[in-house]
């Protein structure tokens, strides 16, 4: 696989329109509130009747912040009340002593993630209390290769919590970063100095953590190539395993908080891109390997190692070496994947508190795979995770003939062939250097419920592609 990419801003302006990350497939706006707690109930038990039945990946969502980041798209709480920690990590004991009792208890957690939000609003003593009951309710995998990772707001860690996280069996690290150019945390409304940033994860390396990953964002408001070289260079110093730069979606009829960005101050098309160059430059004249999408990494890191043996994996936390396992989602709005669902709970706090409170499993709304689903979702992981789809092992598995089964698709992918994103290679399709930063608009040419919605449904619901 061509780990290469060859930047060329026509054609990536050209193709930059809104489609799913597909972090799943079906992606999320396909699920629906007809899946219900017995459809959950159902996969789980057919889960562990597997003759090898999958490890186990938890996800733990807190929804609560400090105060608002003006280009935030997560499901999060603004609070400055920390008293409102406690109840709701009492509450996510109560949802995962519901939910671990229906899973075989031989089932290893082989990744346990925490994210939000702002899983450091809560606090050393409380996170040790929730990390000792899961630990208690399911069972944690003592793999020197199991993930324990949390994502942190720097400017939140207090003095002896990431020693504190080490203790817990935490091993990875996650810190937004976004720009270290104060116009842009100004208009942002995210004020966070290099000093604080380092500090914390120079003590993440002190205490021992096995990767530390960093999150920028391009195309945020007042951004310029200086600047934004700039905190290239000073992340670059501090050596993160991974490096993240997403790609600042503005969708202010969506994201509320959004409304706060002046819009009048966003770099245009083509200063959008600039930014996304100079990073994938810089990135690289440091030695970081492309994985796809918006990730980088050091080329001993895991996800650069998996890259290379073609075992990566997607799910809804993101690139990983784990998504072979079954994923349970706890806290409010958490995504569940469970053998061939989707499940995601209540987003709104209260509904999710209700619910937990009257002893029902949370579950809002979700989608049961159909075969069609299977086959797709197959195909989007290939591409996603190897750039390439192989059609004679989707042949094999599913016992399909593809180039007829996906007629509609490969004639969708024919200007992106005449185009140089994707040529075919024996029984593969292959995303081309030029076409490895185009991950997603090649995956929606195999997306079934794309290929009836206009681009005004999609527009909505969706982020553009670059
Ligand atoms: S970007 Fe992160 S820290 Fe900022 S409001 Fe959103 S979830 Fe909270």
Redesign the pocket.
């Known amino acids: 696989m061509t780990t290469a990419l060859d930047f060329d801003a026509q054609l990536l302006r050209r193709y930059d329109k809104p489609g799913p990350r597909y972090t799943s497939y079906p992606s999320a706006p396909q699920f629906s509130t007809r899946f219900t707690d017995a459809d959950f109930r159902r996969q789980v038990a057919r889960s562990n009747q597997e003759p090898i039945p999958r490890h186990l990946s938890l996800y733990v969502h807190v929804p609560f912040?400090f105060s608002?980041?003006f280009y935030?798209s997560?499901n999060?709480i603004i609070t400055r009340d920390l008293r409102r920690g406690a109840p709701y990590a009492e509450r996510l004991v109560h949802e995962a002593e519901m939910v671990a009792p229906l899973f075989a208890r031989d089932r290893d957690v082989v990744q346990l993630h925490f994210g939000?939000?702002?899983p450091n609003f809560l606090d050393a003593p409380a996170l040790g209390g929730l990390v000792d009951s899961l630990g208690r309710f399911f069972h944690f995998s003592n793999a020197r290769t199991r993930d324990f990772s949390i994502e942190l707001?720097p400017r939140s860690v207090r003095d002896g919590d990431i020693e504190a996280y080490a203790a817990m069996g935490f091993n990875r690290a996650s810190f937004?970063v976004q720009d270290f150019d104060r116009a842009v945390q100004l208009a942002i409304n995210?004020e966070q100095s290099i000093e604080e940033t380092l500090r914390a994860i120079d003590a993440c390396r002190a205490a021992g953590f096995r990767s530390v990953n960093v999150d920028l964002i391009y195309g945020l408001p007042r951004q310029t190539l200086a600047g934004f070289l700039h905190t290239l260079n000073t992340i670059v110093l501090a050596r993160p395993d991974r490096i993240a730069v997403y790609g600042y979606a503005h969708m202010p009829e969506k994201f509320k908080a959004q409304r706060q960005i002046d819009e009048r101050e966003l770099p245009d098309a083509a200063e959008r891109l600039a930014l996304l160059q100079i990073a994938i430059e810089r990135l690289s004249a440091a030695g970081y390997c492309y994985i796809g999408l918006d990730h980088f990494a050091l080329p001993g890191d895991d996800l650069s190692v998996a890259l290379a043996a073609g075992s990566l994996q997607r799910n809804f936390m993101g690139y990983t070496t784990h998504a072979e396992s079954d994923l349970i989602g706890l806290g409010a709005s958490s995504i569940s994947h469970i053998g061939e669902s989707y499940s995601q709970n209540y987003r709104e706090l209260p509904e999710w508190e209700s619910a937990v409170d009257q002893g029902r499993l949370p579950i809002a709304r979700g989608l049961m795979l159909d075969e069609d689903d299977v086959i797709r979702a197959d195909v989007i992981q290939q591409l996603m995770c190897r750039g390439t789809i192989d059609r004679a092992r989707i042949e094999a598995r599913h016992d399909i003939d593809f180039d007829a089964y996906f007629a509609d698709s490969m004639a969708r992918l024919l200007p992106l062939a005449a185009d140089g994103l994707v040529s075919f290679d024996g029984s593969r399709i292959v995303a081309t250097s030029r076409g490895r930063l185009m991950l997603r608009i090649i995956a929606m040419c195999f997306d079934r419920y794309l290929a009836t919605q206009t681009s005004s449904e999609i527009r909505p619901r969706h982020s553009r592609a670059l």
Request: glycine share 24%.
């Open positions: 912040c608002p980041c935030c997560c999060r939000g939000g702002t707001d937004g995210r």
